[in-house]
């Protein structure tokens, strides 16, 4: 990369494609490289010793180099990931936030902030004349700085904010001081993927810049204005939500309605103020023979995100008309257009408007307020729910022809088109047929819902107690065999055994060290062997299963099997690795990752070491997890009065019928 003499008063686009040497010392800044109007913009916070080297060596021999943006094995390894997520870093724009070389390891981390203060400038400039759509922000600082949100790394995992002073997308990947560590391989093909399925599911396209019009409607006169207004501005097509306290419409309070009818106008219908009191001057079936004037005309439709939610409250509450009115569901057409996308109404506001991560305010207002949560939003304050409210409709309404565009463009046979198949077969389903099933619920047998749950909790106990004496035979075989194999009789199996089952597990214990030293001694096992099986011994007959540290002892310092995969590192934002892939690193990092005792792992356990006692934890585990999300006993006081409902039972309408309106993954989780 050529590097220019010293440069005063130059502007920052002259770094592009090139280096300076800038002030009074002529400080090497490295400018950065590819190219210049690009939709991708790569900003690592830090230059590193590699990218500021003048000499480097190759096959064997130093070499004079230039110093250059990129140019190391951090970089090396990042375009790597990129590949196999079918992006281009050479296609992109790559910059530093600190473009020299601090003077420690810790501030290329972490720049000070009087370091931060003086690049900062530099960079908004360059960002300004590349003009990138999506900004990855390599490290920590360099979020920070372009958010302007400060959170935690956990946070703001996976996390998309739009920039309105950017006019770019935001999106987190963890610094070039972590791109050699092989543990974090599966995290960074995870970012940069996510940053390649961004790019395509917007097309390339720009989110326009627009205004923001709403009003509050918060008495029947100025809700007739409203629909006088509608009429007159012949509004056939309009963006509905709706925010409620509750589960269910059947017995939940409608808390608002929300409707926009262009890009830039909506309106908010305060029915409930934010402590859960009615506030609207008429009831809801009044109101809602206001709007249905013109609501209800055969030519007004309706858009939305997961309609059959919003229009079963709509019909329920408000008396309104649903049947054939929802003409577009934009949740379910991105799901067409790509199943393996996130559906969340944000995710579609960032890939499709410029209203950025407008419900930040709401999450931290809930993490903050737990007392307040309820079970809706029927206790967020007005000042942070209306704006909220607002923008849901409107980011619909934004997002709508974009996502129509996308389906138009995927073509399928005889010249039919992916919209062709959603407007003729999925819309009607998914708006129509689920908005009656959410409507008419499917009814429920409430007399025999209960005994499948004593049934289920009954045979849950049984098959509980089954493993708990299989897993204690099982501790009893190893123990005795162990101590054998050590040349050991029966009577200090029977000693250990006594003293265990008399309550003097540290005296037994005391024994077994004792005993078992001549065998240390000898070199034919460790006492950390015989620690973790002792450890086994004591704890099975009451061995708990949602232990993880119980069960890692139990399989891989008893039973000594081969894990199969790490566990995710939610915290840090780590999926799990294949252990194949940890035995390949030096010992002391293999002690940093911890085996996965998850389900498909003791499938693959059962399956592999013909393991019975793992065969019997398995169908415990399938009668649990139903027990679990599904039929998990209620809660009551200590006179026996309910408490709190759980599973199914909790989700029972007053008149015995399951109106559910989101769908769930294998294990009963929300999807949406």
Known sequence: MKTDEVKSGCKPYALIGRNMRMGDDATLWLGGVGKRHTRIMFVQTCVNKDEYATERVERFETVKVDPATCHCPEWVNLKMYAELCGLDVEDCYVTSLIKVMPSSV?????????????????????IYAVKPKIIVCVGKPVFDLLSGVKARESDIHGLWLYS??????????????????????????????????????VLGSDPEIMPLNYRVVRHSIELVNLVSMLERE??????????????????????????????????YIRFMDEDANYAFDVGYKEAGRILSRWLDRPEVKYIGHHLSADLSWMSYWLGLEWYNKGMFDTEFALQACDESLELGLDILALRYTDLGKYDWDLIQYRKKHPERKGTGYEYVPDDILIPYAVKDVIAVYRAW????????????????????????????FVTNVFTWFCLNGMPV??????????????????LQADFLKSVVAESEVMMSERLAAAGLGDDVYESIRDKVASGKASEAEADLHKAVMPDIEAGNSTWSDWAALFEHYVAAPEFNIRSPLQMRNWLFKVKKYEPVKTTSQKENG??????????????AKQAKFTPAVDKTSLEIFASRYDDAVLRELLELNSVGNVCKNFLKPDEVDDDGELVKENGIHYWLTSDDRLCLNHSTTETGRPRS
């Open 106 to 126: 810790a501030e290329c981390k972490n720049p000070k902030t009087a370091m931060v203060d003086e690049f900062a400038p530099w960079l908004e400039e360059e």
């Open 164 to 201: 309105e002073k950017y006019r770019a997308k935001l999106y987190f990947i963890p610094g070039t001081h972590l791109a050699l560590k092989p543990e974090m391989d599966e995290r960074y093909k995870q970012d940069l993927g996510n940053v390649k399925s961004m790019y395509d599911s």
């Open 234 to 267: 012949n509004a056939t097509v309009l963006s509905v939500d709706c925010e409620w306290g509750g589960q269910v419409h059947v017995d939940g309070m409608l808390r608002s309605l929300q409707i926009a009818w262009s890009p830039t106008d909506a309106a």
């Open 445 to 462: 047998d409430r007399e025999r819902l209960d005994i499948m749950r004593e049934l289920y909790n009954w045979a849950k106990g049984e």
């Open 401 to 428: 022809p974009e996502v129509e565009r996308w389906l138009a463009a995927q073509k399928t046979t005889k010249g039919r088109t992916l919209l062709d198949y959603y407007n003729e077969l999925l819309n009607p």
């Open 574 to 587: 780590m999926p799990s690795i294949d252990w194949e892939k940890v035995k390949t690193y030096p010992p």
